[in-house]
């Protein structure tokens, strides 16, 4: 090799990107421990939740979008980061959807909080078109599972979060518009 530009590696500015979340992820989750650092993924989370809503909502006429047309939404922003969702079910109280394939690839493994961006777009984007959201997490890469399983719930059933999962209310459209 002449000049390090020959250099054969696997190197480039998305894997640089996910390798750095992965790390600071690790980092947090070290540090501060699993739940603490959900909550601050969770805070990123929402606010990348927020833009991608608002770029699909833009798209498909700004009007709210039932479920069917929001689990098209969920599988299409994955593909479009290199995840493999696909729909499970859908009813009027609830989107489940199966995944084979992470965004974050191996560098997944053993990064739970990572899985906290996926229920809070999840969540955002639903609760903002239906009022209301709680996203379950059953079954994730990051946790060793084959593929992930996540159930998006419509409609409040009086049960409440369990077991790591997560509600979402509708955002004020005032609060939206000014960064709120």
Same mark, same amino acid.
């Given at each position: 090799?002449?000049?390090?530009?020959?250099?054969?590696?696997?190197?480039?500015?998305?894997?640089?990107?996910?390798?750095?979340?992965?790390?600071?992820?690790?980092?947090?989750?070290?540090?501060?421990?699993?739940?603490?650092?959900?909550?601050?993924?969770?805070?990123?989370?929402?606010?990348?939740?927020?833009?991608?809503?608002?770029?699909?909502?833009?798209?498909? &006429?700004?009007?709210?979008? !039932?479920? +069917?047309?929001? %689990?098209? #939404?969920?599988?299409?922003?994955?593909?479009?980061? =290199?995840?493999?969702?696909?729909?499970?079910?859908?009813?009027?109280?609830?989107?489940?959807?199966?995944?084979?394939?992470?965004?974050?690839?191996?560098?997944?493994?053993?990064?739970?909080?990572?899985?906290?961006?996926?229920?809070?777009?999840? &969540?955002?984007?639903?609760? !903002?078109? +239906?009022?209301? %959201?709680? #996203?379950?997490?059953?079954?994730?890469?990051?946790? =060793?599972?084959?593929?992930?399983?996540?159930?998006?719930?419509?409609?409040?059933?009086?049960?409440?979060?369990?077991?790591?999962?997560?509600?979402?209310?509708?955002?004020?459209?005032?609060?939206?518009?000014?960064?709120?």
């Amino acid at each position: 090799m002449e000049h390090p530009s020959e250099a054969d590696l696997d190197l480039d500015a998305d894997l640089f990107m996910r390798k750095m979340l992965r790390d600071l992820t690790g980092l947090l989750q070290d540090v501060v421990g699993l739940d603490e650092a959900e909550g601050y993924i969770n805070s990123v989370g929402t606010s990348v939740g927020r833009w991608i809503e608002d770029k699909y909502r833009a798209e498909m &006429g700004g009007q709210d979008l !039932d479920p +069917t047309r929001i %689990a098209e #939404v969920f599988v299409d922003l994955k593909r479009r980061i =290199g995840g493999d969702f696909y729909v499970i079910s859908v009813t009027d109280d609830c989107i489940t959807l199966g995944n084979r394939a992470c965004p974050f690839g191996d560098m997944a493994q053993g990064r739970d909080a990572l899985c906290m961006m996926t229920s809070n777009v999840f &969540g955002r984007i639903a609760a !903002d078109h +239906t009022g209301y %959201a709680r #996203v379950e997490l059953h079954e994730t890469i990051a946790r =060793g599972d084959a593929g992930c399983r996540i159930a998006i719930h419509l409609s409040p059933d009086g049960a409440g979060p369990s077991d790591g999962a997560r509600e979402y209310f509708r955002l004020d459209p005032d609060l939206r518009e000014n960064g709120g």
